[in-house]
Every structure is written in structure tokens, then in C-alpha cells.
């Protein structure tokens, strides 16, 4: 059984920075895609950036440049550092794994990913 534990969220002023942990339990975590998705009030989950066994990445255009992920497969970890955030971004974060050949990145749609975390709060506000 796969397990996800994210730490790390918080509040934050306008052009803050956070850093996103997720811990994952399970074998073998180099068989899985893994991403950061979150959701605001009143909004759809979204996915905000993914990244595969190999280390490609992607990110939702919103967070280019500003949020920068990695993962280190030794340690089953993933992370998420936030910079120059903003109120947009307020959400809560989800860590979220999908199990596929090769740990590649197969699908973006929430429907298709097989474990998630309980989520982390990231506010954004003066």
C-alpha cells in the first residue's frame, strides 16, 4: 500500500517562498510519476507540476519559473520550492502518485492518478 505524507504548507506574504515536502511509502517509488496538484476554494483541482522517474519535468504555465520541483529516488522523497508567491496561489497541495511503466508521466488527468495525500494549506496573503 502506497502511502503519501506532504509537510511544509503555510502562510506566506505576497513574493514569500515555501517549500513543499511529500514523503512516500511504498515500493518502488521509481515506478511512479509524481506530481503537485492543489485546489483553491470554489475551484477544480488543478495540476501544477509533474515529474518523472528519469527527473523530467513539467509545470502548469501559471508557476513556470517560480516553483521548481525535484525528487530524490534514494530517499522516496518529493518537494516543491515556491518562490515569489502570490494570492493566486493559495490552495491547498496535494502530493499525488501514478503508477506507471517506467515511472514516466502517462497522464494528466486527476482521474488517472492512483494515490494522494491528505493535502497541505499554502495561503497567500499581506
Known amino acids: 500500500q502506497v502511502r503519501l505524507m506532504e509537510s511544509g504548507g503555510g502562510s506566506v506574504q505576497p513574493g514569500g517562498s515555501l517549500r513543499l515536502s511529500c514523503e512516500f511509502s511504498g515500493y518502488p517509488y521509481s515506478r511512479y510519476c509524481m506530481g503537485w496538484w492543489r485546489q483553491a476554494v470554489g475551484k477544480r483541482r488543478e495540476g501544477v507540476t509533474f515529474i518523472d522517474s528519469d527527473g523530467r519535468k513539467s509545470y502548469t504555465d501559471s508557476v513556470k519559473g517560480r516553483f521548481t520541483v525535484s525528487r530524490d529516488n534514494a530517499k522516496n522523497t518529493l518537494s516543491l520550492l515556491m518562490n515569489n508567491l502570490q494570492p493566486e496561489d493559495t490552495a491547498k497541495y496535494y502530493c499525488?502518485?501514478?503508477?506507471?511503466?517506467?515511472?514516466?508521466?502517462?497522464?494528466?488527468?486527476?482521474?488517472?492518478?492512483?494515490?494522494w495525500g491528505q493535502g497541505t494549506q499554502v495561503t497567500v496573503s499581506s
Open positions: 499525488a502518485a501514478l503508477l506507471s511503466d517506467g515511472g514516466y508521466c502517462t497522464s494528466k488527468d486527476q482521474g488517472d492518478w492512483h494515490y
